[in-house]
């Protein structure tokens, strides 16, 4: 059985969750939005995944920052100050008394309820819709232990001429069919070229190579700006490991010494093998059994768990 960077472990809590809609707080079975709402009707929205420690948001600002920017890009105005936001998102933790880690956010906005359903803006006849949704998830051991596969599929990331991959919207067909090629290869997630063919990223994570000690990401222009991709570019570089923001092949990928993903979620995965391609040399591999990332890998995997930890703020934090 695959296990994807986004498998967990369940916890019996998660059914007894609180969900914030529009402000109100309601149980798991009675948090519901409009047949009518945008997002539903057309993926009209934006979102964010957030992860807690110590009761705290990692890298708040910055997820703040990117959704905010999302919902100018598809013209609509979320209605929240940033700081109202941030202080919706902590009462729904309060609420449901989530004081330590362990638990990941989504949180989503979307342009709100149409009058009928049809994709102008100007049918819209509410104010946008705010759903928040914080559940016990820790990613499942075997995740690190095993590490993941990656299946290079067909669907390509499209350019910003077309839909920019920057946009963090519900609307992520293509990365749907990306996954389901993936899944139906046997793999856990998919690997995504641009349009040149070209690495671009995964179909819900982003994805690095180690080669000689330097650490390889795709130029960026074809993928989400991500907080834990950038995150992790921002402590390589601060340990004084070589970063690369580069076009490069899959000639590259299969002879690379490692490779991982990163995402809020999971933080960083090692990737075993990409096309059938083990990656690394195992004769010299420096893994063991319980963790298969290599040896840059766990430097970075500890930089950042160790970033996330001092950079969680609390409800009092400056957001603006």
């Keep these: 059985m695959s296990t994807g960077t986004h498998e967990y472990t369940e916890d019996p809590r998660n059914a007894s969750i609180l969900i914030s809609v529009n402000g109100d707080l309601l149980p798991r079975d009675k948090a519901v939005v409009s047949v009518f709402d945008s997002g539903f009707i057309l993926g009209d929205g934006v979102w964010e995944g957030l992860r807690v420690v110590d009761g705290r948001i990692a890298f708040l600002k910055d997820h703040l920052d990117r959704l905010y920017v999302g919902a100018k890009a598809l013209d ?52 946008p819709t705010i759903v928040i949704i914080p559940e016990y998830k820790t990613p499942t051991p075997a995740v690190t232990a095993n590490g993941i596969g ?89 340990a004084g490991i070589p970063v690369r923001e580069k076009r490069f092949t899959l000639f590259d990928v299969y002879g690379a010494d490692e490779a991982f993903v990163t995402g809020t979620f999971a933080g960083l995965v090692p990737v075993r093998e990409v096309d059938g391609r083990t990656i690394g040399d195992p004769d010299k591999s420096e893994r063991d059994e319980l963790d298969a990332a290599g040896p840059v890998t766990r430097k970075l995997r500890a930089f950042y768990k160790d970033l996330a930890r001092r950079e969680a703020v609390g409800r009092d934090a400056d957001t603006a």
Aim: with cysteine.
């Design 150 to 238: 990656l299946y290079t599929v067909a669907q390509r990331r499209t350019a910003p001429d077309m839909q920019d991959q920057k946009l963090n919207s519900h609307s992520k067909l293509n990365c749907v069919l990306a996954c389901i090629q993936a899944t139906k290869a046997g793999a856990d997630e998919a690997l995504m070229l641009d349009p040149d063919g070209c690495v671009a990223t995964c179909n819900s994570t982003h994805f690095f190579i180690v080669r000689d000690g330097e650490v390889w990401t795709s130029d960026g222009v074809y993928c989400l700006g991500g907080i834990t991709r950038g995150n992790v570019i921002r402590v390589a570089r601060e």
């Design 76 to 127: 609509f105005d979320i209605g929240l100050t940033k700081a109202e936001m941030a202080a919706r998102l902590f009462d729904c933790l309060d609420a449901n008394s989530m004081t330590g880690d362990g638990v990941h956010i989504r949180l989503m906005v979307t342009r709100g309820v149409k009058a009928t359903p049809y994709q102008d803006p100007r049918v819209t006849i509410t104010p």
